[in-house]
């Protein structure tokens, strides 16, 4: 396997004259952040939003910001909704956001710097800085990297909650990072999870194991997280934020296995 090429970000931003980019955003309500992502990315040459039939200001918003708006009912899949924008913008390069995603002058000028260049990768992956509770998570696993910039050709994703990009070559690495603001508070964050584990289970549900291998995962998967956030991934370094991290996400992961044999359970009776 080739060696990913690294491009660093110069330090201030400039015009450079490069391939065209498109944007590709997922939208639900998001009213109250879906400007700072759009002013984020106003400097690409095409913004699709992909928009699960919002009922608040959202559309207006997005067309308010020039993007094309392509109304679409959530299957429960976020990978066909990322396939369907993917369809639907012009460029020959992708870059793959959320509505809670806010794209960094540091990041723009890394990848029209990258875009100038003759690329043999079909896809770039970058990393994605949470913040919770006041502060960006940079241990636990919340600071991660996205293969989320792509080449429209070589590049189709698959799988329903944690969708990824099955690429037809090489990735990259881009030197440069993204700001996630996935929630206001606790409870818009425990909001959202309740949703995703719902989804999630939905998909587990359907694979071909067993009800002791079900059980089996309820008990262990949990503990595992914990660990994985806390100890593996270097949470304690995050004090709090980081026991408190690891706490939630074991909690998802025991409602998430949860839903599942309540689903399993649903189904034979």
Request: with cysteine; glycine share 6%; net charge positive.
């Amino acid at each position: 396997m080739d060696t990913p090429a690294i491009l660093s970000a110069p330090a201030a931003p400039g015009r450079i004259k490069r391939p065209k980019l498109s944007v590709v955003i997922l939208t639900r309500n998001e009213e109250p952040r879906i400007a700072r992502c759009l002013e984020s990315v106003r400097w690409a040459d095409d913004i699709v939003v992909v928009d699960g039939l919002s009922t608040d200001r959202t559309v207006e918003i997005c067309r308010q910001f020039g993007a094309r708006v392509i109304p679409h009912a959530f299957s429960g899949s976020f990978a066909e909704e990322r396939n369907l924008g993917m369809r639907h913008a012009t460029a020959e390069w992708v870059l793959q956001i959320d509505a809670d995603d806010v794209v960094t002058p540091a990041f723009r000028t890394a990848v029209e710097v990258l875009l100038q260049g003759a690329s043999q990768h079909a896809a770039y992956k970058f990393r994605r800085k949470s913040y919770l509770m006041g502060r960006f998570m940079r241990y636990g696993g919340w600071y991660h990297y996205l293969p989320n910039l792509v080449r429209r050709e070589d590049v189709r994703y698959v799988g329903d909650v944690h969708e990824r990009p099955v690429v037809e070559g090489t990735i990259g690495v881009l030197d440069a990072d993204i700001e996630h603001y996935p929630c206001e508070d606790l409870a818009a964050f425990i909001s959202r999870h309740n949703r995703y584990t719902s989804l999630q289970a939905r998909e587990l549900s359907q694979q071909p194991f067993g009800r002791l291998a079900l059980i089996q995962r309820l008990v262990h998967r949990p503990w595992k997280t914990f660990w994985k956030c806390y100890v593996k991934k270097q949470g304690y370094r995050e004090g709090a934020h980081g026991v408190l991290f690891a706490y939630l996400y074991a909690w998802f992961e025991l409602l998430k296995w949860a839903k599942c044999l309540e689903l399993r359970v649903t189904k034979i009776s």
